[in-house]
Each structure stands twice: as structure tokens, then as C-alpha cells.
């Protein structure tokens, strides 16, 4: 899909039961089973989306005033 939408692929997670039934007791699986397979997706996936924003350029032009001078 990452392909098809030209997109940079940053990981997959998987599909676990466990993931639902921590998430509602109120534990995230990164929390209630930081060592697991699944956390570790998680882990790694969280790294790539890190290090791929930190490669970005950052503009930020958007949060100041525009500031214009009229001739008098």
C-alpha cells in the first residue's frame, strides 16, 4: 500500500488479540508486555517514524505574523 500511494513503509503491526484486551485493561502492550513480539513492532516502528521526521525540513514561517509595509 506504502507503494502504491508512494509513501515511505515505516513497519507493520500485528494483529493480536492481546493488543485489544491490554489497550482496554488499561495497559498498553508496550507497557504490559514491553519484551513481547508485538511490543517490539510497536518499538520499532515508533523509531522509524522518529528518525524519518527528524530527516525532514522544518519551515517554520506558518507560526509568525506576516508583516507587511505600506509606502506612505
Excluded: C
Amino acid at each position: 500500500m506504502a507503494e502504491q500511494y508512494g509513501v515511505r513503509f515505516l513497519g507493520e503491526l500485528p494483529l493480536d488479540i492481546r493488543i485489544r484486551e491490554e489497550a482496554d485493561g488499561g495497559s498498553p502492550t508496550v507497557v504490559a508486555a514491553p519484551q513481547s513480539a508485538r511490543a517490539q513492532a510497536y518499538f520499532k516502528m515508533a523509531r522509524r517514524a522518529a528518525a524519518r521526521l527528524a530527516t525532514l525540513n522544518k519551515d517554520y514561517s506558518s507560526v509568525f505574523p506576516k508583516i507587511t509595509v505600506e509606502a506612505t
